[in-house]
């Protein structure tokens, strides 16, 4: 039977492969150190799940809530940004909750795209970026640079080699999944150029609370007059260990949120109204529990680093986020990533994400999750000295794990 359009358009999901993989040898009872997908195995902080408790008790909570947030969910979000980044938002049409990240940008995307709009996108990214617009009808015309000297000129060349002149661009720093980090120098020029070709920003700001060095990363929102072109997401996922809760926002320019509120009008009723009010209690909170999960993420950053260094894979060290973009040692780069993702499966018992899931661009590199605890992180990487010891005696026979046990 033929695929439904919209289905035709889709590439395959790589990451269904390793998952196929790792779940089969877990049934052969392999002890499978899951660094693939981005899925927090910390706890969500004790106080918001006992706000949801208290709150969940209330009948009137468990009617339909608002699809674009409760007032004090948005007002407790426009406080966050005038905190974190001095940056003031109406949260009356300024702000819209999301059911994560995830979905904003793929009904932002059913929202502002017309068939054949072009969209500038990175390329590696996270493939909600790409495909959001792709199952709207969109074309992607990908962009490979770094946020650097060299990103400037490829807009400038993406701009004169569309037609039509494209629709959006775009951003995520801390990226997902090379881990880049932007500046506000990066962001001026960036919505310079944006205003003057009158083209959108979209700007995924997840990981804006998972940093390492000392420098918060920026928003773009922090730019004067960048509210005139641009709308950012962000996600309570990491930054409070909340994947499950399915709680995002989108926050800037009062035409494109207006167009994204009206959008999910059709579609959802939003969260469920104890989620919010728990989502509004993690958000007017102290901080403490950012600094902890922060923290958390930095040790295993480092233990991570050090012992897949000693084990003999060197990975540089991610600035932010919670991902390390990982060079596929020099020996297997020919194999491409997803092979390589197997072959660490099959002979490792460790599971990273391919990097061609993030787009071809990536294929030399796969992405390391800081998911599971640091005593885990040295069995992979034991596991992994092993594979690439056994892998060197014997280059055309790699021997299983299992025969070194």
Known sequence: MEEFHKVR????????????LKASARSRGADIVDLGMGNPDLPTPKAIVDKLCEVVRD????RYSSSRGI????????????RRFGVKLNPDTQVVATLGSKEGFANMAQAI?????????????????????????????????EPDDGFIPALERGVRHSIPKPLALILNYPSNPTALVASLDFYKDVVAFAKKND????????????????????????????????????????????????????????????????????????????????????LNGDGADIAEVRDIYRKRRDV??????????????????????APIPEPFRHLGS????????????????????????????????????????????????????????????????????
């Open 71 to 82: 007032p004090g969910l948005r007002r407790a979000q426009a406080n966050y940004y005038a």
């Open 199 to 282: 083209i959108i920003i979209l700007s995924d700001l997840a990981y804006s609370e998972i940093y390492f060095d000392g420098n918060p990363p920026p928003s773009v929102l922090q730019v004067p007059g960048a509210i005139d072109v641009c709308v950012e997401f962000t996600s309570m996922s990491k930054t409070f260990s909340m994947p499950g809760w399915r709680m995002g926002f989108a926050v800037g320019n009062e035409r494109l949120i207006s167009a994204l509120t009206r959008v999910k009008s059709y579609l959802d009723y939003g969260a469920f109204t104890p989620i919010q009010v728990a989502a509004a209690h993690a």
């Open 338 to 405: 997803l092979e390589f993702s197997k072959l660490l499966i099959e002979h490792a018992d460790v599971a990273v994400a391919p990097g061609v899931g993030f787009g071809e661009h990536g294929d030399d590199f796969v992405r390391v999750a800081l998911v599971e605890n640091e005593h885990r992180i040295r069995q992979a990487a034991r596991n992994i000295k092993r594979f690439l010891s056994a892998s060197a005696k014997q280059p055309n026979n790699v021997v299983p794990l299992s025969a070194h046990r």
């Open 9 to 20: 358009r889709l590439p395959p999901y790589v990451f269904e492969q390793v998952n196929r």
């Open 113 to 145: 795209t017309a068939p054949g709009d072009v969209i500038l996108c990175p390329n590696p990214t996270y493939p909600i970026h790409a495909f959001g617009f792709i199952m709207s009808g969109g074309v992607i015309r990908s962009l490979q640079v």
């Open 59 to 62: 009948p009137r909570t468990h």
């Open 304 to 325: 991570m680093v050090d012992a897949f260094g000693r084990a003999g894979w060197t990975i540089p060290a991610p600035a932010a986020s919670m991902f390390a973009w």
